[in-house]
């Protein structure tokens, strides 16, 4: 079974800190995904990578960037937390063209 | 652009009742369209898929969802909920393969609450 693990569950970061939400998949998938999930707005992509150093913007990127050194590991960063980055975010690899397998999301608070 | 509209943000319905819950899109290709439900506190997961062949899809815990091009939809529907179904639902639209066709674009969702 595909395995889509995300290091926190619920993080709490103050406006302006660096911060780091890291995703690991166990099955060797080409494309990894970050979205984020808002009440009401539903999921919206913020960035993807169809291969190791390869990204691409989503439909909401400003004022985040990824990193995907690895194959097994995309991780999304937010450069200067701010208030209105307060979501879940949501990991998601898939292999390609096959449906998505998401993680069970990182619940972030910027206070 | 693809989008995807799901009209009902909430559905409420008893126990035993059928459902169906509405997704329409727009998309001036092929799409691959795709049904995820997401129950409390967890991530997605997959119900069903519609990539090409027979329009009628059956998926797990017995949702099904019809694809019709005509009308640019993929409803889902259950004929008899459980109060386990209880969740939201999401609707999802693709276009085929490579380059920026991996994006998959979601509806907004639809909360399905079971009554007893």
């Known amino acids: 079974d595909v395995k889509v693990t995300q290091s926190s569950r619920y993080l709490v970061k103050r406006t302006g800190e660096k911060v780091f939400l890291e995703c690991v998949q166990d099955?060797?998938?080409?494309?990894m995904f970050w979205y984020r999930q808002d009440p009401g707005l539903g999921l919206r992509l913020i960035y993807f990578?169809?291969?190791?150093?390869?990204?691409e913007k989503g439909d909401i990127p400003e004022g985040y960037s990824v990193s995907r050194e690895k194959k097994e590991r995309f991780s999304l960063i937010l450069e200067s937390a701010s208030t209105n980055q307060t979501s879940m975010y949501l990991c998601?690899?898939?292999?390609?063209?096959?449906?998505?397998?998401f993680g069970n999301g990182t619940r972030l608070t910027v206070t | 652009a693809q989008s995807v509209t799901q009209l009902d943000s909430q559905v409420p319905v008893f126990e035993e009742a059928p459902v169906e819950l509405r997704c329409n899109y727009s998309?001036?290709?092929?799409?691959?369209l795709f049904w995820y439900v997401q129950y409390p506190n967890q991530g997605l997961q997959l119900l069903l898929k519609y990539l090409s062949g027979s329009t009628l899809v059956k998926g797990i815990n017995g949702f099904e969802a019809e694809f019709n091009k005509s009308q640019t939809s993929f409803h889902l529907r259950k004929p008899s909920v459980h109060i386990s179904d209880t969740a939201e639902y999401f609707c999802a639209v693709r276009k085929g393969s490579g380059g920026s066709n991996y994006k998959l674009t979601f509806g907004k969702g639809t909360l399905l609450t079971v009554n007893p």
């Open positions: 998601a690899s898939e292999p390609q063209n096959s449906p998505l397998h």
């Open positions: 990578s169809y291969d190791v150093k390869m990204k």
């Open positions: 998309s001036s290709v092929s799409v691959y």
């Open positions: 099955m060797d998938h080409e494309n």
